[in-house]
């Protein structure tokens, strides 16, 4: 025995960043799926976890709260084979033109698409961990509850047997 009512919570810390997953179900008649604060370039990752829900769950409704907090979401990037175009065709200039001319570092990560700032290594298999566990603790609170429940219906028909 079941019950449909369930609360879970996991916290997953890696490095700089943080995955916080609030998760509760209710009793519904079907199966209703709510995701809440997924990232909009997670859209993917959505389909990948309702998914992951309609394996573990048949009916209810089911709602996920997923927070991801992270402190350095971008990381610099150095394009080096920019950087050595422009170095390569600054330098043959200087060379053409016979100047006295030294190219400072500094100059050349100034340059259009020398530097570029990209996404942390993606998170995905992290969340996915994460909701993993979510869906397990939900299991197991509706475990729990429905064996305190199916307890206290025991004892209450025990009682009504003396009384009858």
């Not at 997924?38 to 394996?55: A, G, M, T, W």
């Not at 927070?67 to 950087?83: D, G, M, R």
């Not at 509706?142 to 206290?152: D, E, L, N, P, T």
Request: charged share 35%; glycine share 4%.
């Amino acid at each position: 025995m079941r019950t449909m009512t369930a609360y879970a919570y996991v916290r997953k810390v890696k490095k700089d960043s943080r995955l916080e997953i609030v998760a509760k179900s209710f009793n519904s008649k079907y199966l209703d799926i709510a995701i809440y604060h997924l990232p909009p370039e997670k859209v993917i990752l959505e389909r990948k976890i309702r998914e992951l829900i309609e394996r573990n769950f048949s009916r209810g409704r089911i709602e996920m709260y997923i927070f991801i907090k992270s402190e350095n979401t971008l990381q610099p990037a150095v394009n080096e084979k920019v950087l050595k175009s422009y170095y390569h065709q600054i330098n043959k200039v200087v060379n053409q033109l016979g100047l006295d001319y030294l190219i400072d570092i500094s100059e050349l990560l100034n340059l259009p698409g020398v530097i570029s700032f990209k996404k942390e290594v993606d998170k995905d298999e992290w969340i996915i961990a994460g909701v993993k566990e979510a869906i397990k603790k939900i299991k197991s609170f509706r475990q729990k509850q429905g064996r305190a429940v199916k307890k206290k219906i025991l004892k209450y028909l025990r009682k009504m047997e003396n009384i009858v």
